[in-house]
């Protein structure tokens, strides 16, 4: 499978609203506040008022389940969702971003799917998105 | 982003659903008659019953494909798998594939994304990876190539 860069996606959120314990897992809720985002055909902020469900699942992984907005520096609206797998024991940290946008000059993000490549890092989780060719 | 092959499914479809004009485009709903799946670390057969693929022609052309397939492993584990594409291309490519011609899956965009669930211990690996997949589509059912996202 061959892959290009799409965007670096860097996402600032608010502190943890702790769920605990439910029939799936642990439910830990990042409320998204804001954030950045940089690639070659696009660019611009992240909207507050997304968030992360994130649920630690009975063998130790984390489910992810995103929603937010993107602000192009041009004004168009997208978007984002994507549900994800993180594996602290084995570094791994991958999503299945997904994009919605009625503006036509992005519109081909309406028509990709792509992989996110996830990291932590002190100052927020950072996400590497490539589109899949 | 670096990939690893899983394994290919080759999925035969029986005759579709045509649930028709549905607010988000036009529903269809293929079941699954049945299949195989190879790869280095796991293979055997499609189980039939739940299986099948619900199709949404959206009205810009793109067809969502929103799979979920049961396989059973030849050591008789069985693994549920959600799957997640899109298809879309010239409307001249896309005319071809309605008909059943045989077109070379490079001439058109079909591409899945996939989670798997297994509560079988040697499988356990597939709970903790997202997949990625090229879709061939044949007229007898599509030829997916899952590659493991590493």
């Keep these: 499978m061959t892959s290009r860069p799409l965007l670096l996606l860097r996402l600032a959120t608010a502190p943890i609203q702790e769920i605990g314990p439910t029939p799936h897992g642990t439910l830990s809720i990042f409320p998204i506040v804001g954030g950045t985002f940089d690639g070659e055909r696009l660019r611009g902020k992240v909207l507050p008022g997304g968030g992360d469900w994130v649920t630690r699942r009975p063998d130790g992984v984390f489910e992810l389940d995103l929603r937010a907005t993107l602000e192009t520096d041009d004004g168009a609206l997208v978007y984002l969702t994507f549900s994800g797998v993180r594996d602290d024991a084995s570094h791994y940290f991958r999503t299945l971003p997904r994009f919605e946008t009625a503006a036509p000059k992005y519109d081909f993000l309406n028509r990709l799917l792509a992989v996110g490549l996830g990291e932590i890092r002190p100052d927020g989780p950072v996400h590497v998105f490539e589109e899949l060719l | ?150």
């Design chain 2, 1 to 150: 982003m670096q990939t690893r092959p899983l394994m290919t499914l080759q999925v035969r479809v029986a005759p579709s659903h045509d649930v028709g004009a549905v607010p988000h485009g036009t529903r269809r709903v293929a079941p699954i008659a049945g299949g195989r799946f190879d790869g280095p670390r796991l293979r055997g057969v499609v189980v039939a019953g739940p299986s099948a693929d619900w199709l949404l022609l959206r009205t810009d052309g793109v067809l969502e494909l929103d799979l979920r397939a049961t396989l059973q492993t030849d050591d008789g584990a069985l693994i549920a798998m959600r799957s997640f594409g899109l298809r879309h291309g010239p409307a001249d490519v896309m005319a071809a594939l309605a008909r059943g011609d045989a077109v070379d899956p490079a001439r058109y965009y079909f591409r899945t994304t996939i989670r798997f669930e297994t509560s079988h211990p040697s499988y356990a690996f597939l709970n903790r990876l997202v997949a990625v997949a090229s879709g061939d589509r044949r007229a007898e059912g599509p030829i997916y190539t899952i590659d493991e996202v590493l």
